[in-house]
């Protein structure tokens, strides 16, 4: 039950597009449509940003967007706002795991 | 509205026991699979445990095989988690989480119980 691998800290200015990399294997990402994300403010539960790669549950903002190639999948937001600044876990859920990723720190600047 | 609530997190000695508890409302829990994710202070997250909505499958992560035991009352909408042989390293916020219809990710999120393993 590998950590998938994501940078420690990616950091950018108000309206600037920033990617979040989750790096995994053929085991887990490569195989899978069942990537997503969580967004966690500090001291709050996380909450799920993107579900099988690139959908986007109800009420989260078309802002936050994910995409697939390979053992890599990734975040992307654009606009980056204030309240985008939060820790970011991706996760290739099989039904029988759910192994996270390393996390990702994003400071807006 | 989907709420989970967790209880059942506190002080224990290492080599102690705890159980933590869900209580689920908003949806039809039977129908559902559910999950335990912990994290530590100041660390990521790590997925713990699952178990389908029959309560007849569980699965676990490597660390907690064979001291931890996910069950469910659907009678009751709750979700447990047996801890055992408690080791410093489960020191942790526990929280209580439902798959989506799917199986494919985790959707909605309890607040969290902390679970201190200390002398």
């Known amino acids: 039950q590998s950590l998938l691998t994501q940078p420690a800290s990616v950091s950018g200015s108000p309206g600037q597009s920033i990617a979040i990399s989750c790096t995994g294997t053929?085991?887990?990402?490569?195989?899978?449509?069942?990537v997503s994300w969580y967004q966690q403010h500090p001291g709050k539960a996380p909450k799920l940003m993107i579900y099988?790669?690139?959908n986007r549950p109800s009420g989260v903002s078309d802002r936050f967007s994910g995409a697939k190639s390979g053992n890599t999948a990734s975040l992307t937001i654009s606009g980056l706002q204030a309240d985008d600044e939060a820790d970011y876990y991706c996760?290739?859920?099989?039904?029988?795991?759910?192994?996270f990723g390393t996390g990702t720190k994003v400071t807006v600047l | 509205e989907v709420q989970l609530l967790e209880s059942g997190g506190g002080l224990v000695q290492p080599g102690g026991s705890l159980r933590l508890s869900c209580a689920a409302s908003?949806?039809?829990?039977?129908?559902?699979?559910m999950n335990w994710v912990r994290q530590a202070p100041g660390k990521g997250l790590e997925w713990v445990s699952i178990?389908?909505?029959?309560?007849?499958?569980?699965y676990y992560a490597d660390s907690v095989e064979g001291r931890f035991t996910v069950s469910r009352d659907n009678s009751k909408n709750t979700l447990y988690l047996q801890m055992n042989s408690l080791r410093p390293e489960d020191t942790a916020i526990y929280y209580c989480?439902?798959?989506?219809?799917?199986?494919?990710?985790?959707?909605?999120w309890g607040q969290g119980t902390l679970v201190t393993a200390s002398s």
């Open positions: 989480v439902k798959s989506n219809s799917a199986w494919s990710s985790l959707d909605y």
């Open positions: 908003g949806f039809t829990f039977r129908d559902y699979v």
């Open positions: 178990i389908n909505g029959a309560g007849d499958g569980t």
């Open positions: 053929s085991s887990d990402i490569g195989r899978s449509n069942y």
């Open positions: 099988d790669v690139s």
């Open positions: 996760s290739s859920y099989t039904g029988s795991t759910a192994p």
